[in-house]
């Protein structure tokens, strides 16, 4: 199974969270399963890992790719929002996630991902935090018709020093992620209330 539950069962606002790095001992990862318990009492996330995802095909694709793909699209369509945290590799992002965007966006502009905010954050060992690879996951999810997060970019830098005893502990990168998750949260909100 992908997906794996972070906090309790019932919410009032569910988040999918996804990771660039498939590492087990992955910063991102970490960070992304730090912000599950940073999460007001009645919202919900949950992990999925993207090692099943198999490479994208279109003779694969349509009405039944294959099952951790539908798995994946499935989680994002019950997802009020999506948490993606990710490295930067070579310049950009990493393969892994943007193939797995590449099938949760079919069909184009009719997907799981449209309409859907989502918070960028990207996590490096350099002192960049990964931007060139925010850029571009903020491009393709708006290729989707998904709702990045109009909002100050979230780059970590210098991620290993940001843990102290496998736990991500600097308070300027918790009060950053803080506010992403405030805005992320004020943002769901505001499209339930328009959608009434
Ligand atoms: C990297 N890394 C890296 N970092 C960066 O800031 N800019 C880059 O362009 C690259 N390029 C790159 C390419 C490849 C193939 C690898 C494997 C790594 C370093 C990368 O950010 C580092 O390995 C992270 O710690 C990986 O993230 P996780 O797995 O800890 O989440």
């Not at 009719?110 to 690879?133: D, E, H, Q, W, Y």
């Not at 996951?137 to 018709?145: F, N, V, Y």
């Amino acid at each position: 199974m992908n997906v794996s539950s972070d906090t309790q069962p019932a919410a009032a606002i569910r988040l999918l969270a996804i990771s660039g790095s498939l590492r087990r001992a992955s910063h991102s990862t970490a960070v992304l399963r730090h912000m599950a318990t940073l999460l007001p009492a009645d919202v919900q996330q949950r992990l999925f890992t993207l090692e099943e995802i198999p490479p994208y095909d279109g003779d694969l694709d349509g009405p039944q790719p294959p099952a951790a793909v539908a798995e994946l699209k499935d989680a994002i369509a019950q997802a009020d929002g999506l948490v993606i945290c990710s490295p930067e590799y070579n310049y950009g992002m990493p393969g892994v996630l943007k193939n797995a965007i590449d099938w949760a966006s079919r069909p184009a502009f009719a997907s799981p991902l449209k309409g859907k905010p989502a918070l960028v954050i990207t996590a490096s060992p350099g002192a960049l935090g990964g931007v060139r690879a925010q850029g571009q996951i903020r491009d393709a999810l708006a290729a989707t018709l998904a709702r990045p997060l109009s909002r100050p970019h979230v780059a970590i830098p210098l991620i290993a020093s940001r843990f102290q005893d496998g736990q991500l502990s600097d308070a300027t990168t918790l009060e950053m992620l803080q506010a992403a998750l405030a805005d992320l949260l004020a943002e769901i909100r505001l499209l339930a209330a328009a959608r009434g």
